[in-house]
């Protein structure tokens, strides 16, 4: 059974990796995010769930603000084929979350570890990221070194990466 937001937290407690929630009005872009979220601590992320041509999902986390060339990311990534976007279905059957919802700590409900993870360098320098905690009415705050410990939790090991200049225009 999938986790929902209150036993994320619950496991996060438990593993005693350190977090701080915050509730909000439901978010669904980085411009509403923006515009509703008031001043949360940390760098907020934006999170891409994509696939590839040979069906393999990646979950990519950058900065809210970060361009994201697709085609640039391939090979970062080790894509096999092109790079889109997953459909909601194949989202929630992997990671148990609705579009808006899309989040590093959604790999709590990965246990079968099909989802590659990305997450980009200048995130995991912050001195907090933000992350929704399978909802979009919070947001958690974590350290990249607490993340770095959830994703050992969760059996995942994030590739870093240094994001691909965006496209040019």
């Known amino acids: 059974m999938p986790h929902d937001p209150d036993s994320l937290l619950a496991l996060l407690a438990r593993h005693q990796i ?35 041509g040979k069906k393999t999902y990646f979950l990519v986390s950058v900065a809210e603000d970060a361009p994201v060339n697709l085609k640039a990311l391939r090979d ?48 995991m320098r912050a ?5 929704h905690p399978l909802t979009n009415t919070r947001t958690t705050v974590l350290t990249p070194e607490a993340l770095k410990t959830f994703l050992k939790v969760t059996g995942h090991r994030a590739l870093e990466i240094d994001l691909p200049p965006p496209a040019p225009t």
């Open 127 to 131: 001195a907090a990221i933000g992350c």
């Open 18 to 52: 350190v977090a701080e929630t915050f509730d909000h009005p439901p978010l669904h872009t980085v411009a509403e995010s923006k515009a509703l979220r008031g001043a949360l601590p940390g760098l907020q992320t934006k999170n891409l769930f994509l696939r590839d």
């Open 76 to 123: 970062p990534l080790g894509a096999r084929g092109s790079l889109s976007f997953a459909s909601p279905e194949a989202l929630y059957e992997m990671l148990g979350v609705l579009p808006g919802s899309v989040s590093l700590l959604a790999l709590v409900n990965d246990e079968a570890r099909l989802v590659n993870v990305a997450v980009d360098r200048a995130l």
